[in-house]
């Protein structure tokens, strides 16, 4: 079978899988790069495909200067694809039993700080729906450390007395708890809510647009830039409140397990990379209220 034609039988299987349109897109975009690499050394057939060739590509890519984590993020689709196809009888090899990947750089992850967080909700001030809504959303982010997907499937059904169901990744589900002030400005949208939409058919989602429409992750994200404004030498985004959720839990003494879980990790080595990313200042104020003999009384 040919490479190009493996991928597209790909692309529909992980559809079928229900991976989300931004997933599937990923995957298209980076198995095209590896496409272009296999048609410009003349590989066309997926037999032909050796670990051999998988290593070049990892060497090019090297080569261009890329990021070892940019490059391993375009590997994992590479290493998906390879195995279906070897798993489907196609050919190729075994990617279970050996894959080459790139050494990465030490990750550091850049959070808000906490003067930024309440410049945010300065700037997301009124009584409004929107200004209600955009300052939930705001919370619940900030709060909860959850994705912005992750918000944005948020149904109705799903929140509960003192906690809410999250659907991750994979369609993997975990719960997230709503905190006094989370439930407070919960409590103020869903009032709001109820009286905007009262004569009006809306979606089936928690958050919605001013027409009613489930919100969208790029709505998210605009708002975010609106409300940052004036906030530099950071990224303004949903995920960056899911970097301040990991390093303030970190900052007041929570365990790495128990910050895993409801950020939707599958291990405490992804969340360690946040435990990493601390200054030596903030290590040195935790370990400085931590003192192993003032402990002793």
Request: glycine share 6%; proline share 3%; with cysteine.
């Amino acid at each position: 079978m040919e490479i190009q034609q493996g991928i597209k039988e790909f692309l529909i299987e992980i559809e079928v899988r229900k991976y989300t349109p931004r997933t599937i897109r990923g995957y298209r975009n980076n198995l095209n790069l590896f496409l272009r690499f296999c048609t410009e050394h003349e590989i066309a057939a997926i037999e032909n495909v050796t670990l051999a060739t998988v290593k070049q590509f990892t060497r090019a890519m090297t080569a261009s200067k890329k990021k070892g984590t940019y490059i391993n993020g375009i590997l994992k689709g590479v290493k998906s694809f390879l195995q279906y196809c070897y798993e489907e009888g196609y050919g190729a090899f075994n990617t279970k039993c050996c894959f080459p990947w790139c050494k990465e750089e030490r990750a550091v992850i850049t959070a808000f700080t906490p003067q930024q967080v309440k410049t945010m909700f300065q700037n997301c001030r009124g009584s409004d729906f929107k200004a209600i809504r955009d300052r939930t959303i705001l919370t619940m982010l900030i709060d909860t450390g959850i994705r912005c997907l992750e918000l944005c499937s948020i149904r109705p059904s799903d929140i509960h007395e003192d906690y809410i169901i999250i659907r991750g990744k994979n369609h993997k589900q975990r719960v997230v708890p709503i905190t006094p002030i989370l439930r407070k400005n919960m409590v103020k949208y869903e009032a709001v809510k109820e009286s905007y939409f009262r004569y009006k058919n809306t979606d089936d989602t928690y958050f919605l647009s001013f027409h009613g429409r489930a919100l969208t992750v790029s709505a998210v994200e605009v708002l975010m830039k609106k409300y940052g404004s004036g906030i530099e030498g950071i990224r303004v985004s949903p995920h960056t409140c899911r970097h301040f959720f990991a390093q303030q839990q970190i900052k007041m003494g929570t365990d790495l397990y128990t910050i895993s879980r409801p950020l939707g990790h599958e291990n405490i080595q992804i969340t360690q990379t946040y435990l990493n990313s601390l200054r030596d200042r903030d290590v040195i104020e935790i370990a400085k209220s931590k003192s192993v003999l003032m402990s002793l009384g």
